[in-house]
């Protein structure tokens, strides 16, 4: 449960920002899906789980780097290489304000690659606050100064690793 405890002074523009109150903004904004179903249209099995109806449990290990054989790492290696290569085939980002297109009217989106799409995503995550008038909160970073620190990286890395896979 979140509090609803007033902000504090390092705070100053409370209300502004749509990473404030993350995850739990973002995950208000999501479509809410049942069973062992995830992703943004709810068509993907939740970590741990595989097969047609996702109810296939799926252990994985993840392996400590450093114990890695010189095989491991270069498959692991491999696989990074080929994020930088693979256009996601479920999301593309924004290269340009809204008003830059025009409220909505005239979208502009390119391609991404998989491993540029999690750059992106943590860029966004910790990026200055654009403010009204112009002006930039540049001292705050709601992905690494906040109470989502371990919960959104968490995430984050989950996706990253089901991405990869």
């Excluded at 047609?52 to 010189?70: A, H």
């Excluded at 095989?71 to 692991?76: I, L, M, S």
């Excluded at 297109?101 to 910790?126: E, K, R, T």
Aim: charged share 20%; glycine share 6%.
């Amino acid at each position: 449960v979140l509090s609803t405890s007033p902000l504090g002074p390092n705070f100053p523009f409370s209300g502004i920002d749509d990473r404030e109150n993350w995850p739990t903004v973002f995950y208000n904004r999501t479509c809410q899906c049942q069973g062992n179903f995830m992703g943004f249209n709810c068509g993907d099995c939740k970590f741990g789980f595989t097969g047609t109806n996702c109810t296939v449990r799926r252990r994985l290990i993840r392996k400590e780097i450093f114990r890695m054989t010189t095989a491991e790492k270069d498959k692991f290696i491999a696989y990074l290489n080929l994020a930088k290569r693979t256009i996601s085939s479920d999301y593309v980002i924004a290269t340009g304000t809204y008003e830059q297109m025009n409220n909505g009217s005239n979208p502009l989106f390119a391609d991404i690659n998989v491993y540029d799409l999690f750059v992106w995503l943590h860029y966004y995550s910790s990026r200055d606050a654009f403010i009204e008038g112009g002006q930039v909160w540049a001292d705050i970073d709601f992905a690494h100064e906040a109470p989502a620190f371990a919960p959104w990286h968490r995430y984050f890395l989950l996706r990253w690793e089901y991405e990869i896979q």
